[in-house]
């Protein structure tokens, strides 16, 4: 009943930035956590941040500073605004919304920071 659907993802220079965009499929208004993960290749996905009903943001250290989360409830999306990306932030970006029931994931969107 709960359908992810990410975007903006793409091919960006070390410095550049992306804004990944993640739409929801039902009213997001009262979803607890929404949030955005990561994977790179050899690696776990790990949490990059998460933002709560209320509004509050967690970030894991290494993009502190850089990226900045946000949801929007009259549009049902989730976004990921990353400035100053580096080499290290290549991976495949999850959208993920946290329900009373389960978690739900997207497709995933790919994000290659290379010169």
């Known amino acids: 009943q709960v359908q992810l659907v990410e975007s903006g993802g793409g091919l960006v220079q070390p410095g550049g930035s992306l804004t990944l965009s993640c739409a929801a499929s039902?009213?997001?208004?009262?979803?607890?956590?929404m949030g955005w993960y990561r994977q790179a290749p050899g690696n776990q996905r790990e949490m990059v941040a998460t933002?709560?009903?209320?509004?509050?943001?967690n970030y894991t250290d290494s993009v502190k500073g850089r990226f900045t989360i946000s949801r929007d409830s009259a549009k049902n999306t989730v976004s990921l605004l990353m400035n100053s990306l580096k080499p290290e932030d290549t991976a495949v970006y999850y959208c993920?919304?946290?329900?009373?029931?389960?978690?739900?994931w997207g497709q995933g969107t790919q994000v290659t920071v290379s010169s």
């Open positions: 993920n919304v946290k329900t009373f029931v389960r978690d739900y």
């Open positions: 933002i709560t009903r209320g509004g509050n943001t």
């Open positions: 039902v009213i997001t208004f009262n979803i607890p956590v």
